[in-house]
Every structure is written in structure tokens, then in C-alpha cells.
């Protein structure tokens, strides 16, 4: 898997712009991203210690909430991880390298349906309803004195 896969994947859902946030690239809908880019910083290599961190690209992906994240790393699905610095936030990591091509685009439209879905995003993506214009009132000679 690569990020040129993960862009087919995103792109063929309904109202996803790319755009960019942090510096990476963000798959986004309703003005509100829902994937993106996710290298790591100095502080998240320093916080692996001896461990090695996953190596290749890396894929950031919303899900609906905290028990579902839980939920979806017990499954323990191959290139799926989290970090200390994603502790209390509803979202995983993948490493491309080691994740099936099924299990990513499952979670990129889990968290599309999750970002979709929110009322947030339902909102800004929802065309504004214009008010009808009246006619300008006319003003009468009586009322221009």
C-alpha cells in the first residue's frame, strides 16, 4: 500500500477534497479531514525508546469514537498501531508497508462515514438556502419629506 493508493480510495468518495494540514496531505470532507499523513516527530521517535518504530509510510484515520478505536486495535489487524501522543483521541495510525489493502480501505470509510456524518461537517458541506429577496420598498412623497 502507498499514499497514491490511498488517495484512489478517498478520492472515490463523495465530496472528498485533498488538501493540506500540519504540512501533509489531508483527505477531507465537509471541511473537516478524516485521513492524512502522519510522520513521525522527533518527540514520537524519542517516545518509542529501543523499540523500532514502524518504518515506511504512515496513515492517520479518524474512527467514530474512543471504544471504537479500542475495538479495532484488539482486532489486532496487521500495520495497525497507536502512539502515546493519540491517547484520548478517536484515531489509529497505519503502517502502509504492513496493512492489507482491505483492511485500509475499510478504515478509510469508517472514518469517512465518521467525519461525514457528524453534524459539523453535515453542516458545512449542506448548501446555504438563500432568503428571497423582496422588492425594495417604495417610498412614498409623503414619507420623503
Excluded: C
Excluded at 501533509?24 to 518504530?53: C, H, M, S, Y
Excluded at 515506511?56 to 489487524?77: C, F, N, P, Q, Y
Excluded at 478517536?90 to 502502509?96: D, P
Amino acid at each position: 500500500m502507498t499514499f497514491d493508493d490511498v488517495d484512489a480510495m478517498a478520492a472515490a468518495l463523495p465530496g472528498v477534497t485533498v488538501g493540506t494540514s500540519w504540512g501533509n496531505r489531508t483527505w477531507i470532507v465537509g471541511g473537516k479531514g478524516f485521513a492524512w499523513q502522519r510522520p513521525f516527530t522527533k518527540a514520537d521517535l524519542k517516545r518509542f525508546g529501543d523499540e523500532t518504530p514502524p518504518a515506511g509510510e504512515i496513515l492517520g484515520v479518524r474512527v467514530e469514537s474512543l471504544d471504537a478505536k479500542d475495538g479495532l486495535l484488539a482486532m489486532e489487524l496487521p500495520g495497525f498501531f497507536t502512539i502515546q501522543h493519540f491517547n484520548g483521541f478517536a484515531a489509529v495510525l497505519i503502517a502502509l508497508r504492513r496493512a492489507r489493502a482491505k483492511d485500509v480501505r475499510a478504515a478509510i470509510q469508517g472514518a469517512y462515514r465518521a467525519v461525514a456524518s457528524s453534524p459539523t461537517a453535515a453542516k458545512r458541506a449542506a448548501p446555504r438556502a438563500r432568503k428571497p429577496r423582496s422588492a425594495p420598498a417604495r417610498r412614498t412623497r409623503a414619507a420623503r419629506r
